[in-house]
């Protein structure tokens, strides 16, 4: 049994946003103390090829991320990414700093390992957030800024509340989230339609290449998520992340009368709107699944239902600090056992209506072959350097993760130098000669696909380490 395990039962008797305060409070810090991070990381983050991914451009060690809402003011950052997730995804933010709604709004299903929050978008604010991420910047692993709209804000004047957070965080985010799924905020879901989706990625992609997702809820009428999916698809999106919570209190036994239900209660709702997705969207569009996942097999579920990454929540307070571990380590047996040697290789395995896509030609598999190779850049670009220079200071503060080494094949492929100026955005795609396939060559910086994002041990030593002092994480 885990100290967490221990220990649970008399966090689980405080109120359960006392708890999550306290959680953030270690986590923020205690868990940052050098020898401390030294020996949590070594302990959780595990590091295996086999579990190494490029989604939407970025580059993830391990597919497990942290969802949106457990650091909503990215307070605890350097102390999560000690805790093994392969990327984290803060907020959400809002432009304005808000209370959120009154407490209690954090509820435990216990029995059904469930929560149910009725948060509301409780937050510090883009500048304030935006101001204490730059610090950091650039991360160790990839950081997602998830973006809402404040309570205030009239919903004709909410294309304009999400641009702006957008534009305070531009610079210190890897990738964006717009959240329209929240059931806390009045009338949010209502912006789940397509002409507002089109009108908001059209909106972002005037400011940035990044990767842009949308966050969708589980409780939309399937025909109208896939048209607004599909328009996001159309108008910039990068990916989905499906799904935030669900207001179908039939879930849980004793639902409280506001907010949204995550957990166990969620996966089988999470699970099967990510196997639509697929079969509309597999191969076109990054799937990050959320919802229920608390173990390596359903991790593994949604990987092979098409799922190039999955994020945890209400497992991470269930479940407690050693779950990135046990699920990538989980992971890698399941892969074992399938007889796998890469994600890659599992993903969207049990996909039964594949969408169609074009044949391809043989340009197209010369090119695949040459992107199933991992691609690392070895030397940074200028603007990356400039960066990485001016990030001397904070070296001491950003230190990544020591990572946990299970198998070290050094099968990884040299970089090549063609890519170094490029931030190549790709979707993984099933096929015998090559598990990457590049979709796009957009993104307009590359510091979010630098080596230094990955463990040294993915990582031919190259001239970045010795050139720019990259901050890796070490062995
Ligand atoms: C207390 C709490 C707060 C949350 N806050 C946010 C939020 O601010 N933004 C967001 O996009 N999702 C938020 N979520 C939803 C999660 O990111 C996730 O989509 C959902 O909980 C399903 O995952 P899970 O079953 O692993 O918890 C929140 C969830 C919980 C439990």
Same mark, same amino acid.
């Given at each position: 049994?885990?100290?967490?395990?221990?220990?649970?039962?008399?966090?689980?008797?405080?109120?359960?946003?006392?708890?999550?305060?306290?959680?953030?409070?270690?986590?923020?810090?205690?868990?940052?103390?050098?020898?401390?991070?030294?020996?949590?990381?070594?302990?959780?983050?595990?590091?295996?090829?086999?579990?190494?991914?490029?989604?939407?451009?970025?580059?993830?060690?391990?597919?497990?991320?942290?969802?949106?809402?457990?650091?909503?003011?990215?307070?605890?950052?350097?102390?999560?990414?000690?805790?093994?997730?392969?990327?984290?995804?803060?907020?959400?933010?809002?432009?304005?700093?808000?209370?959120?709604?009154?407490?209690?709004?954090?509820?435990?299903?216990?029995?059904?390992?469930?929560?149910?929050?009725?948060?509301?978008?409780?937050?510090?604010?883009?500048?304030?957030?935006?101001?204490?991420?730059?610090?950091?910047?650039?991360?160790?692993?990839?950081?997602?800024?998830?973006?809402?709209?404040?309570?205030?804000?009239?919903?004709?004047?909410?294309?304009?509340?999400?641009?702006?957070?957008?534009?305070?965080?531009?610079?210190?985010?890897?990738?964006?989230?717009?959240?329209?799924?929240?059931?806390?905020?009045?009338?949010?879901?209502?912006?789940?339609?397509?002409?507002?989706?089109?009108?908001?990625?059209?909106?972002?992609?005037?400011?940035?290449?990044?990767?842009?997702?949308?966050?969708?809820?589980?409780?939309?009428?399937?025909?109208?998520?896939?048209?607004?999916?599909?328009?996001?698809?159309?108008?910039?999106?990068?990916?989905?992340?499906?799904?935030?919570?669900?207001?179908?209190?039939?879930?849980?036994?004793?639902?409280?009368?506001?907010?949204?239900?995550?957990?166990?209660?969620?996966?089988?709702?999470?699970?099967?709107?990510?196997?639509?997705?697929?079969?509309?969207?597999?191969?076109?569009?990054?799937?990050?699944?959320?919802?229920?996942?608390?173990?390596?097999?359903?991790?593994?579920?949604?990987?092979?239902?098409?799922?190039?990454?999955?994020?945890?929540?209400?497992?991470?307070?269930?479940?407690?600090?050693?779950?990135?571990?046990?699920?990538?380590?989980?992971?890698?047996?399941?892969?074992?056992?399938?007889?796998?040697?890469?994600?890659?290789?599992?993903?969207?395995?049990?996909?039964? =209506?594949?969408?169609?896509?074009? #044949?391809? /030609?043989?340009?197209? $598999? +010369?090119?695949? &072959?040459? *992107? @199933?190779?991992?691609?690392?850049?070895?030397?940074?670009?200028?603007?990356?350097?400039?960066?990485?220079?001016?990030?001397?200071?904070?070296?001491?503060?950003?230190?990544?993760?020591?990572?946990?080494?299970?198998?070290?094949?050094?099968?990884?492929?040299?970089?090549?130098?063609?890519?170094?100026?490029?931030?190549?955005? =790709?979707?993984?795609?099933?096929? #015998?000669? /090559?598990?990457?396939? $590049? +979709?796009?060559? &957009?993104? *307009? @910086?590359?510091?979010?696909?630098?080596?230094?994002?990955?463990?040294?041990?993915?990582?031919?030593?190259?001239?970045?380490?010795?050139?720019?002092?990259?901050?890796?994480?070490?062995?």
């Amino acid at each position: 049994m885990s100290l967490y395990q221990m220990l649970s039962p008399y966090l689980f008797k405080l109120d359960a946003e006392k708890a999550h305060n306290l959680a953030e409070s270690f986590i923020k810090r205690v868990l940052p103390l050098p020898l401390v991070q030294d020996y949590v990381a070594g302990k959780n983050c595990v590091v295996d090829k086999a579990l190494s991914v490029e989604v939407a451009g970025m580059r993830f060690y391990n597919p497990v991320g942290l969802a949106a809402g457990f650091d909503k003011n990215a307070t605890m950052i350097k102390g999560l990414s000690a805790l093994g997730f392969g990327f984290l995804e803060i907020g959400t933010i809002t432009q304005a700093p808000q209370e959120g709604n009154p407490k209690p709004r954090l509820f435990r299903h216990t029995q059904e390992q469930s929560l149910q929050n009725a948060m509301g978008f409780n937050n510090q604010g883009s500048l304030v957030i935006s101001k204490r991420l730059k610090a950091f910047y650039p991360y160790a692993i990839p950081l997602g800024v998830n973006i809402g709209k404040n309570k205030i804000i009239a919903q004709s004047d909410s294309l304009k509340n999400y641009e702006n957070v957008l534009l305070d965080c531009l610079e210190v985010g890897d990738y964006f989230t717009f959240n329209l799924s929240s059931p806390n905020t009045p009338n949010l879901r209502d912006l789940q339609n397509v002409s507002f989706v089109q009108e908001l990625f059209a909106m972002a992609r005037t400011h940035t290449q990044k990767p842009l997702f949308l966050k969708i809820s589980p409780d939309m009428d399937k025909d109208e998520m896939l048209k607004v999916v599909e328009m996001s698809i159309k108008s910039g999106a990068s990916g989905i992340i499906a799904t935030n919570t669900t207001v179908d209190y039939t879930l849980v036994q004793n639902p409280q009368d506001s907010g949204g239900i995550s957990g166990a209660a969620l996966k089988q709702k999470s699970k099967e709107i990510l196997r639509i997705l697929s079969e509309s969207f597999f191969g076109k569009i990054a799937l990050i699944s959320v919802g229920g996942i608390d173990n390596a097999q359903e991790a593994y579920e949604r990987i092979k239902l098409g799922a190039s990454l999955v994020q945890v929540y209400s497992g991470f307070v269930f479940q407690g600090p050693s779950l990135c571990k046990n699920i990538n380590e989980g992971l890698l047996q399941c892969l074992r056992a399938d007889g796998f040697t890469h994600l890659y290789e599992a993903l969207g395995q049990d996909i039964k =209506t594949k969408p169609k896509t074009r #044949k391809k /030609s043989n340009a197209d $598999k +010369t090119q695949d &072959k040459q *992107d @199933s190779k991992i691609v690392i850049k070895t030397k940074p670009t200028q603007t990356r350097k400039k960066k990485l220079d001016s990030s001397k200071d904070t070296e001491s503060t950003q230190k990544a993760p020591s990572p946990k080494k299970t198998e070290s094949k050094k099968t990884e492929s040299k970089p090549k130098k063609t890519r170094a100026k490029k931030a190549d955005s =790709t979707n993984a795609t099933k096929s #015998k000669a /090559s598990r990457t396939k $590049k +979709t796009e060559s &957009k993104l *307009d @910086s590359t510091q979010n696909l630098v080596d230094k994002d990955l463990p040294t041990s993915q990582i031919e030593p190259s001239q970045a380490q010795q050139d720019s002092k990259a901050n890796l994480p070490k062995e």
